[in-house]
């Protein structure tokens, strides 16, 4: 089974601090990704990576950065961190199109990590 | 850009009724949709998919089929129980490009005993 970790479940930080989300997938996969999930707004993408060192930004960056130093791991980080960024973050990974794991564009997520900012 | 827009909830049943989540997109050339499901506390997990027009995906007796003339996704299942209340969402992927998923804003299914 396709599994995707997250270093936390739950995180309480304060206004200003830099703060660390972790992704960790075994799966080999190519492309991972970053979403913030906010009541009534669905999931949005902040950024996602389609290979080690590579990142793309996604809907929603500002505020944010990545890291992908590995091709199973994936950070998010967030340099300042401000009440309104208080959410729910879900790391996701995929093969490319054709590949094994469940056809093409089929996302494998994470359990997420229940972020609060005071 | 590309879009998914699905029902609002909350959809509230009784056990054994028959569900039907509407989902409708647009986008660019032919993408790939999807149905994926949050259970409480959980992230999210791949309910179906369906790739081509006229395709049907299905599991765990869910349904829905890739319908390109009007552009919809309409999740079904005959016989709901207690243990599918959880948040639906539509998505839709792309053919070019990274895969992107562009999701609906989720419909929560609530089913009493």
Known sequence: DVKVTQSSRYLVKRTGEKVFLECVQDMDHENMFWYRQDPGLGLRLIYFSYDVKMKEKGDIPEGYSVSREKKERFSLILESASTNQTSMYLCASSSPPGGLAGGPGTQYFGPGTRLLVL | ?113
Not at chain 2, 14 to 42: D, K, M, R
Not at chain 2, 77 to 106: E, W
């Open chain 2, 1 to 113: 850009g590309d879009s998914v827009t699905q029902m609002e909830g909350p959809v509230t049943l009784s056990e054994e009724a028959f569900l039907t989540i509407n989902c409708t997109y647009t986008a660019t050339g032919y993408p790939s949709l999807f149905w994926y499901v949050q259970y409480p506390g959980e992230g999210l997990q791949l309910l179906l998919k369906a790739t081509k027009a006229d395709d049907k995906g299905s599991n765990k007796g869910f349904e829905a089929t890739y319908r390109k003339e009007t552009t919809s996704f309409h999740l079904e299942k005959g016989s709901v129980q207690v243990s599918d209340s959880a948040v639906y969402f539509c998505a839709l992927s792309s053919p070019v490009g990274f895969q992107k998923l562009v999701f609906g804003t989720g419909t929560r299914l609530l089913v009493s005993p």
